[in-house]
């Protein structure tokens, strides 16, 4: 009985249709699914594959389910890395007329990494640091847009890996709300939380003795906290300067560029007799360098990535003594020679592993690792065979990395089963 | 413990003409538990996060026991929002997601057992307290996400919506649950709904709240039974009040074919600015059901009768003109004997029982009398 069954999106795919809404979540079989998720979740989340895409479902009160929508569809439009929402679907009822639960469908996040799976997996013992950078300039980024998070940890964010480094997402965005500008109040009350939740996230890793005695849960969260003030204030804080000193209005940009962000507008003061100088940056712009790699290359990637491969433009540049060449055409040159067929050597079935420019990011790692080893220069021909048979080879699937697969439904004795079948 | 006051407390968002609060007066006393409750964009969620400190107040104060606090940190003004996270923790023991956040706060080891075993006994989760959350049903773990802002030992709690996200069962338990363990706790907390049943049904006192202004505020009792003005009449109660304006013609109101003798207070309270007018409104179970011709009877055709067993509500419309209607709906509602109900399409004739009709200005829709 689905004739009630009403999908709100801004585009519908037929084939939602198709999947079993006139079974509880809980029960969908085995063969619709994806995976099971792995993680703390107050709901009942699945994950299916409909043509050709991975989609989370989950199971939500309908007014909460619209809300959290149309709160998502905001966020992409501010251009926040969040995941992206697909529809919610209401009006569900099961063979008997009960009433089941609206959903909310999201795009599954390509090659994004929860965080249990990255401790679960053995990783630099950085890892947690790093992450919990990521962290920071996602929810500074969600806070110079104005979005209030109220409720974040780990757990409401995916990673990505991003050259050395990771990049966050929100994924849960239940409790959140946009607003014109936060108040120091709203932005003080989101990272006492988020330092609370992570350490008690990270308390419980422990607990499962899923985490390395050294790591320090408290120094972590309070990391978070230090992290983002430090950001914060460089975005956001001014500077004053002797009006001679106007070197400083262009040193102040470059320095907010090196963090990965452009300065859309700076506020400039002077005092009365003009000896003082006062600049602030008024709107701030993340992605300085993946803004530019897109627009010299079209290259879609993170910020770090960017960062890298940007660098390896220069070097080309130098090495082909292009430099006062235009460097768009050079730009050109380098994806044709350089970045496409590094990429295209991997093998397709490999391709599944990281991204791209993960991999190029990765191969150029590789390349100075291997050159250092033989003592001479290593062609990155050479580099990416060498890089394909003794690391990617080897290296999980993280396309969809998703949880458990359906039909393996963790043990009773797992303290984390319960998770996969009770809500709250 | 402490009381909580809000002093002609002011919130105005940039941008906007008008106050999402406006002056707010309301002095809430040490325990209480009081329910802001109001529809959508009524100003009940700004209020309660001004409180939190998580919104500016832009005029007036904000007081918890002798102190201003409306410059404070959130997280120094010793207060708990209650269920805005209640993942629990799948390895840690139910003893430790509910101390956690002491340990952070670098509490004594001893100090959090003690105070974990006194929220346990409350919440009667002692039993469970070394097990881990797996071995906990769902009102428990509820249970366990309320013990952790128990341990905190906070001034008040603070609960915007807690219920939004339960399915239906558990939202009817948790509310009785979290209403009887707040008057064991005796803590001063301040709730969110908009839902007029959940105010109803678990706060000492409620305010109502629309448009940014308070409405009024009372007991659930005084709610009901002495709406201050015909919002709160129409906002309060389930089945909504029927309400209508009608003409006043020598002190008597023309209800359809009736004549209702208005009290001599509510007459004399009626000003030129009225038009001749009155609001009037009662409640479905106010009506009593008579045979045709009886004095002051009003005569209301038959729509739809609806049998609840131990009720039934008449669905209707208003026979000889008049516009009266329950709440959002185009109909009148009467409150019938189940055992004698009318058939669709019939007409009924019906009084309102002595002292039970509500007067309102038809200018102001302030109460009258």
């Known amino acids: 009985m689905t004739h009630n069954l009403q999908i709100t999106a801004a585009r519908p795919d037929p084939a939602l249709l198709d999947l079993p809404w006139d079974t509880p979540l809980i029960s969908w079989p085995d063969d619709v699914l994806a995976a099971l998720p792995r993680g703390i979740s107050r709901h009942v989340v699945r994950f299916v594959r409909l043509s050709g895409r991975v989609l989370a479902i989950k199971e939500i009160g309908e007014s909460v389910a619209y809300r959290e929508y149309e709160l998502l569809r905001r966020l992409n439009r501010l251009d926040v890395p969040s995941v992206v929402p697909v529809g919610v679907i209401t009006g569900r009822r099961d063979a008997n007329g009960e009433r089941l639960e609206a959903v909310l469908v999201t795009e599954h996040l390509q090659f994004s990494l929860p965080y249990r799976a990255l401790f679960s997996q053995s990783l630099r013992p950085d890892t947690a640091t790093r992450l919990i950078d990521a962290l920071a300039v996602l929810l500074v980024r969600l806070h110079l847009v104005g979005f209030y998070w109220g409720d974040v940890s780990l757990s409401n964010t995916l990673f990505r890996r991003d050259a050395e480094t990771f990049s966050a997402y929100l994924v849960d965005a239940e409790t959140g709300d946009l607003h014109r500008e936060l108040t120091p109040g709203q932005r003080n009350y989101d990272i006492d939380l988020a330092r609370t939740n992570i350490i008690g996230e990270l308390m419980d890793l422990a607990a499962g003795e899923m985490l390395d005695e050294e790591v320090d849960e408290v120094g972590i969260g309070d990391a978070l906290v230090e992290r983002y003030n430090e950001l914060w204030e460089a975005l956001t804080g001014a500077e004053y300067f002797v009006a001679d000193d106007r070197w400083r209005v262009d040193a102040h940009i470059e320095r907010l560029n090196r963090l990965g962000f452009d300065v859309g507008e700076l506020e400039m003061t002077t005092d009365i007799d003009g000896t003082t100088v006062r600049i602030q940056p008024k709107v701030v712009d993340a992605g300085h360098h993946s803004n530019r790699l897109f627009r010299l290359t079209g290259l879609d990637v993170q910020e770090n990535q960017a960062r890298r491969l940007l660098n390896d433009l220069d070097s080309y540049a130098a090495a082909t003594g292009r430099q006062n060449d235009s460097e768009q055409l050079v730009a050109h040159d380098w994806l044709r020679k350089v970045f496409e067929p590094t990429v295209n050597a991997v093998p397709r079935d490999l391709r599944r592993k990281l991204e791209p420019a993960q991999i190029f990011h990765e191969v150029l790692d590789h390349r100075w690792f291997i050159s250092e080893r033989a003592g001479r220069d290593i062609p990155l021909p050479e580099a990416v065979a060498s890089y394909v048979e003794d690391v990617l080879r080897h290296r999980p699937d993280e396309k969809s990395l998703l949880g458990l697969p359906p039909g393996e439904r963790p043990s009773e004795d797992d303290p984390e089963s319960d998770y996969f079948h009770l809500s709250t | ?369």
């Not at chain 2, 989760?125 to 097990?131: A, F, G, K, P, V």
């Not at chain 2, 019906?350 to 200018?363: D, L, Y």
């Open chain 2, 1 to 369: 413990m402490a009381t909580v006051t809000f002093d002609k407390a002011t919130r105005v968002y940039p941008g906007t003409e008008r106050p999402a609060v406006d002056q707010l007066d309301l002095h809430i006393e040490d325990g209480e538990f009081l329910v802001l409750v109001g529809p959508s964009g009524c100003g009940k969620s700004t209020s309660l996060r001004m409180l939190a400190g998580l919104e500016d107040v832009n005029g007036g104060a904000i007081l918890i026991g002798d102190r201003d606090v409306t410059d404070v940190q959130p997280k120094d003004r010793d207060i708990a929002m209650v269920f805005q996270n209640y993942a629990l923790y799948p390895h840690m023991s139910v003893a430790d997601n509910m101390g956690f956040a002491l340990k952070i706060a670098g509490t004594p080891k001893a100090e959090i057992r003690q105070r974990v075993e006194e929220a346990a006994k409350i919440l009667d989760l002692t039993e469970y307290l070394d097990r881990k959350p797996k071995a906990l049903s769902g009102g428990q773990r509820q249970r366990v996400a309320m013990g952790r802002a128990i341990v905190r030992q906070p001034q008040v709690f603070l609960m915007d919506e807690p219920l939004s996200n339960l399915d239906a069962k558990l939202r009817v338990q948790t509310r009785t649950q979290i209403a009887s363990l707040q008057r064991r706790l005796g803590v001063t907390t301040v709730y969110v709904t908009h839902d007029q049943t959940e105010a109803l049904t678990m706060g000492d006192r409620i305010a109502v709240l629309s448009a940014g202004v308070l409405q009024q505020v009372g007991t659930p009792r005084e709610m009901y039974d002495k709406p201050a003005n015909v919002f709160v009449a129409g906002f309060i109660g389930s089945p909504a009040m029927n309400i209508g304006t009608f003409d006043v013609t020598d002190g008597k109101a023309q209800v359809g074919g009736a004549s209702i003798t208005l009290d001599r207070a509510v007459a004399d309270g009626i000003t030129p600015a009225d038009g001749g007018r009155v609001t009037l409104g009662f409640r479905p179970e106010s009506l009593d059901v008579v045979s045709s011709g009886s004095e002051g009877a009003f005569e209301v055709d038959v729509t739809l009768v609806e049998e609840l067993g131990s009720d039934a509500f008449v669905y209707g419309t208003l026979k000889n003109g008049g516009d009266l209607h329950a709440g959002d709906s185009n109909q009148v509602i009467v409150r019938i004997d189940p055992r004698n109900v009318p058939d669709k399409g019939d007409t009924i004739s019906v009084t309102i029982k002595p002292e039970q009709t509500h007067a309102f200005s038809a200018a102001t829709g302030e109460r009258l009398g």
